[in-house]
């Protein structure tokens, strides 16, 4: 965990997008990721390795990228779910 402490639980995670992702094809301001799981993405590997920090929103979500992403343990279980 980033930080633990009374309200505050914030998790850095490595999500990894699926061909079957309901993310995939699209960029991060149309998946609204920030809005329905409340959370940041700090980096985008693509699959080649290279990476793309601090990511606008124009960024496009491809199957195989892997998106670092910050927020808190339960937001980060729910998006689980649609990669």
Known sequence: DLAQSGDV?????ELIISPESELAGK???SSH????????????RKPSGEMHFNPGPHEPIE????????????NL?????IL
Do not use: C, H, P
């Open 27 to 29: 960029t991060l301001a």
């Open 63 to 74: 199957a195989g990228d892997m998106l670092l992403a910050v927020g808190k343990t339960s």
């Open 33 to 44: 990721l920030r809005q329905r799981f409340d959370l940041i993405i700090i980096a985008v």
């Open 9 to 13: 639980d914030l998790q850095m995670e």
């Open 77 to 81: 279980k729910k998006v689980e779910e």
